[in-house]
């Protein structure tokens, strides 16, 4: 699975903001070049957390995926303690606690989120055969879930096209 495929799979979601910091957006270099998902039918930038990414690059607190190699880059996604559960067959912060239990280098492989594991994130280094299924489905389920938050937060009406 290439990284423009996820990119058209999140694209195709209602009401979809993707953010892609570059050198003309204000948002500081480190971000440049990554992908933030957010339920924002309006077109603005929620306040909170995305409820997925793609990182292109290791950060300075986040390196154990060793994404600075050339053709790496790594999709994460919020899932949920239910659901994290479910795919690592480990209560979040009972995997966060045993973080070198799991190999979050290996490629095509769902595995807790390096920093974020503890809450209810997970990630996959470029999804392959095994995962682009499952990592299809589970943006698709988080964005349906950040949508629902939004919906029983007021709402979120949808941006005027003129």
Do not use: C
């Amino acid at each position: 699975m290439m990284l423009h495929q996820i990119l058209e799979t999140v694209r195709s979601f209602d009401g979809v903001l993707i953010l892609a910091p570059d050198a003309s957006s204000g948002a500081p270099a480190i971000a440049w070049g990554d992908y933030f998902f957010y339920y924002a039918p309006d077109g603005r930038v929620p306040s909170g957390q995305p409820y997925g990414t793609i990182v292109t690059k290791d950060y300075p607190d986040d390196t154990r995926s060793a994404l600075d190699g050339e053709g790496r880059w790594r999709v994460n996604v919020h899932v949920g303690r239910a659901a994290f559960q479910e795919l690592i067959g480990r209560e979040p912060r009972e995997a966060a606690a045993e973080p070198d239990a799991f190999d979050v280098a290996a490629t095509d492989v769902i595995v807790p989120h390096p920093v974020h594991g503890a809450l209810g994130w997970v990630a996959v280094v470029n999804p392959g055969e095994r995962t682009s299924g499952t990592v299809r489905a589970l943006l698709r389920d988080a964005h349906d879930a950040s949508r629902a938050r939004a919906l029983r937060r007021g709402g979120v009406a949808p941006r005027e096209h003129s």
